[in-house]
């Protein structure tokens, strides 16, 4: 990379990689959820993730990049600790406790890859672009702030 454009066309690349992976991820979360409630956060961010998946397939068409040069390794690792810890939890109480923390470190990769795009658009002069990137990272705090309201208010008690 010699530029920040360049740098702006790998993050927008890692994250539609990052948001693809999460995608075929988070119906495995929905399924191994057992609270009704947590189960319905997953169904509304899976909704949600499609829809920022779509997001920046329109961005990279805007900018004439294609989305799927990249393959985001951290998403990667993070979907399979996911899964792995989903495998060798037997408490359905600890399993929704602990997949709360799982799905809140993918929430928290996306927040702080979403913060750098909105940066990066906006040294770049790509103002609608930016607005477009803060509206995903508006959803990525929101959905943080879900399972964290869940975790605190109820599945961490009820896993002790």
Avoid: W
């Avoid at 988070?26 to 956060?41: H, R």
């Avoid at 390794?73 to 408490?91: I, N, P, T």
């Avoid at 470190?105 to 996306?110: D, S």
């Avoid at 803060?134 to 879900?146: C, G, I, R, S």
Wanted: hydrophobic residues 35%; charged residues 40%; aromatic residues 4%.
């Amino acid at each position: 990379m010699k530029n920040l454009e360049e740098l702006f066309e790998h993050q927008l690349q890692d994250l539609y990689s990052a948001e693809s992976q999460l995608v075929k991820a988070l119906p495995k979360m929905v399924e191994n959820a057992n609270d009704a409630k947590l189960k319905k956060a997953f169904e509304d961010h899976l909704e949600e993730t499609k829809e920022h998946k779509t997001r920046l397939e329109e961005i990279c068409k805007e900018l004439k990049i294609d989305p799927k040069e990249e393959t985001c390794k951290a998403m990667q690792g993070l979907v399979k600790e996911a899964s792995d810890f989903m495998k060798e939890v037997k408490d359905k109480e600890v399993l929704d406790a602990g997949i709360i923390a799982e799905a809140q470190r993918v929430e928290h990769y996306e927040i702080s890859g979403y913060g750098t795009a909105v940066r990066y658009a906006k040294e770049l002069g790509h103002k609608d672009i930016a607005k477009k990137l803060q509206k995903t990272l508006d959803e990525e705090y929101n959905a943080d702030k879900v399972l964290n309201d869940l975790a605190e208010k109820r599945l961490n008690r009820k896993a002790k």
